[in-house]
């Protein structure tokens, strides 16, 4: 089984506050960062696959979208006009309407983008694929309500796809649905295993629940999987040293800068414990 690469959601991350931009097939890529402005950039773009949902840390970026509430109700069309969207019968298929709005995305027309994809969902709304698609560009560009609706959508469709179950737990530990977020970023994993986004995820929503202990052993499971992935090393080391384990955690915040030498979060944290430690020597 092969490893499952996806993108690094940065701990307390804002809400709606999503950046990147489109490769020429139509994936949104963000600039993400887990520790710091450089770390694991580079690396996370050449990760990206079609089709992966990507949050960020800085932004927004992307053009802010005018969607009204979302339906309550079964039955409820997701656009139509009362929802701020005229749709025109201009596409053959939701395969032609996704492909269209992909292109729209690529150029920048947001809007376009918004109309090709309601276009997609009117025609086939019990199609998995197209809420997802459909939700990750909502999420691209900070609609965490609509997104969160087609990502359960499609994982009601589709509950064995382990791509929707995890971004559909990205959408919720960025609205902060943290317990939520553990749930969906579980079920990925018992998808697929070695879902190494998943795994790094997890990992942080467990940290930001208190759950220090059992964060470091979701790093320590990941790292076992991929022993030189920075972000998994310093988010590692951030929590060995919380636990008071400073030697372990200098080790893994070494680990972490030689990798990404760009990281200057982790530089910071890795010459704060050096000298906490060189303190502790001389009493």
Avoid: W
Wanted: aromatic residues 6%; contains cysteine.
């Amino acid at each position: 089984m092969g490893l499952e690469t996806s993108c690094l959601v940065q701990p307390g991350a804002p809400r709606h506050q999503i950046q990147g931009g489109y490769t020429s097939t139509g994936c949104f890529v963000p600039g993400n960062s887990c520790m710091g402005p450089g770390a694991c950039m580079n690396r996370d773009a050449r990760n990206v696959k079609n089709g992966e949902a990507r949050a960020g840390r800085h932004g927004p970026l992307l053009e802010s979208l005018a969607l009204r509430p979302l339906p309550t109700g079964t039955g409820s069309p997701f656009c139509g006009p009362d929802r701020g969207v005229t749709l025109e019968a201009k596409y053959s298929s939701s395969e032609e309407a996704c492909k269209a709005a992909k292109k729209f995305a690529v150029s920048g027309d947001a809007q376009q983008a918004l109309v090709a994809y309601s276009h997609a969902l009117e025609m086939d709304e019990n199609n998995a694929s197209v809420c997802d698609d459909f939700g990750q560009f909502l999420l691209a560009h900070g609609q965490l309500a609509g997104a969160e609706y087609l990502f359960q959508r499609a994982v009601s469709l589709d509950p064995l796809n382990a791509q929707y179950c995890y971004r559909k737990g990205v959408v919720l530990q960025q609205q902060r649905q943290l317990k939520q977020a553990v749930e969906a970023f579980m079920a990925a994993l018992s998808l697929k295993p070695q879902f190494l986004g998943a795994l790094f995820n997890l990992g942080v929503v467990h940290r930001e629940l208190g759950q220090i202990t059992v964060a470091a052993e979701q790093f320590k499971r990941l790292l076992q999987l991929n022993a030189e992935d920075p972000c998994a090393l310093a988010m590692l080391g951030e929590c060995q040293a919380e636990l008071g384990d400073l030697e372990a955690a200098i080790k893994s915040l070494e680990g972490a800068v030689r990798l990404d030498p760009e990281n200057r979060s982790a530089q910071k944290d890795l010459m704060r414990l050096r000298q906490q430690v060189g303190q502790i020597g001389r009493v």
